[in-house]
């Protein structure tokens, strides 16, 4: 009741504010898509982007050990056909994400499309909750058992369904993985953990663009401020809410309609917003703002952002600590066998590791993304850096000009 409350409340100031309205029937069945229906999206956004682009296409469903059904898309090269024989690229988003982003920046500035164009055999997954993987086999995501997951469940099963997956349709007996932003947070995850084993003897490089493992202080104060203060996750907990910043399944959405005029009304907010993540927003392709809007968010879950809360700054004894779920001293207790969160165990990666970084990334800075590697180096793995000037998070995504960016990560995947 409290939702639909503040739906209609955030409705009515947006309407006053504009001449132009959605019909009726697109409120109620927006109203529906947010609040009771708890669909999942069609691939057809992401298949209409692609296929105007003349990229052949495919859409499979994958489903994990514990139930989830993941969408995971597949492209190659503008004006061919799918066959199989080429090097499979598994590329995964990072929180509130989806596919979308991969492929949304033109020909020229968009990674997967490339790195399908220079002959890869593209895969590009989408996180369990977001708009194209909300299904389960059991459980419902009007369910708070739905949302009980963090990046360290889509370490320990998404990935490994996947891999499974897109080696098995391309008989190939290993792939390269490249994840952004909590896309390489899963992925460490993974190989802190037993599941280590399989995706070690699955995947011959890992490439991590803006890599987030030890966050020990967000240098934008605001949001360093928005992070620490619990007044949001309380009034999630009043209102029940677990799933955080859904994905609408269309561009005519009533949803990205209201997204569009909030940031019309309050463009200030907005780019405050973008500011979050990236020193100079700028050096990212402004041309394609509207477009961002609508295929981003895509939605998680609250536990996945609070996961990333407990990490940040997280240490022993002056060392950075990267673990699984603090679910507090006693329930810890029965999960880990003590009080404290179990810890991933890095000495566990046997794969070349190449991080990405940008100088002007708030989120995954340099200066944390070091202690990584130090920690890495310690621990004798392969490990190589690549550092870019004018680069913050979201600009291994919506660069101007990913030149420079893709130049280095085709160095490694040939």
Not at 60 to 77: C, H, M, N, P, S
Not at 247 to 262: E, P, R
Not at 321 to 337: H, I, L, P
Request: aromatic share 12%.
């Amino acid at each position: 009741m409290l939702k639909g409350l503040a739906f209609v409340a955030l409705l009515s100031v947006v309407l006053t504010s504009t001449t132009s309205y959605p019909t009726a029937f697109d409120l109620a069945a927006s109203y529906t898509e947010i609040f009771n229906g708890y669909s999942v999206c069609t691939d057809q956004l992401f298949r209409d982007k692609v296929s105007k682009g003349g990229y052949p296409m495919e859409s499979y469903k994958v489903y994990t050990e514990d139930g989830y059904i993941l969408r995971i898309f597949r492209i190659q090269a503008r004006g061919s056909k799918i066959t199989n024989g080429k090097k499979p690229l598994m590329l995964q988003h990072g929180i509130f994400d989806s596919a979308d982003n991969f492929v949304i920046n033109g020909d020229s500035n968009s990674l997967a499309l490339l790195l399908a164009n220079k002959g890869f055999d593209v895969w590009i997954t989408n996180s369990r909750g977001n708009k194209y993987s909300r299904a389960h086999k059991w459980k419902h995501p009007h369910s708070k058992d739905f949302w009980d997951y963090s990046f360290h469940e889509m370490g320990q099963f998404d990935i490994k369904a996947n891999i499974n997956f897109i080696l098995g349709k391309t008989g190939k007996s290993k792939l390269t993985y490249i994840g952004h932003s909590q896309g390489t947070t899963q992925m460490f995850a993974a190989l802190g953990t037993s599941v280590s084993g399989f995706i070690n003897s699955k995947v011959d490089k890992f490439i991590a663009l803006a890599p987030v493992v030890f966050p020990r202080k967000l240098s934008d104060p605001l949001l360093a401020r928005l992070v620490a203060d619990t007044a949001l996750i309380k009034a999630t907990s009043i209102l029940g809410i677990n799933e955080l910043m859904p994905g609408a399944c269309s561009t005519k959405s009533v949803v990205k309609w209201l997204q569009n005029k909030f940031c019309l009304i309050a463009s200030s907010f907005c780019n405050i917003f973008l500011g979050f993540t990236d020193d100079k927003p700028w050096y990212n392709n402004g041309a394609i703002t509207s477009m961002i809007g609508n295929h981003f968010p895509s939605g998680t879950s609250l536990k996945s952002l609070l996961h990333f809360r407990q990490q940040i700054g997280r240490q022993d004894g002056g060392n950075p600590k990267f673990t699984q779920y603090d679910y507090g001293s006693t329930e810890n207790q029965k999960r880990y066998g003590k009080s404290t969160p179990a810890e991933y165990n890095l000495a566990n990666i046997r794969i070349p590791i190449r991080l990405y970084l940008g100088k002007q990334d708030k989120l995954a800075t340099v200066a944390d993304n070091m202690v990584l590697v130090g920690l890495l180096n310690k621990l004798g793995k392969d490990t190589r850096v690549y550092q870019f000037d004018n680069c913050g998070h979201s600009t291994f995504l919506w660069a101007k000009d990913f030149s420079r960016i893709y130049s280095d990560i085709l160095k490694e995947l040939n």
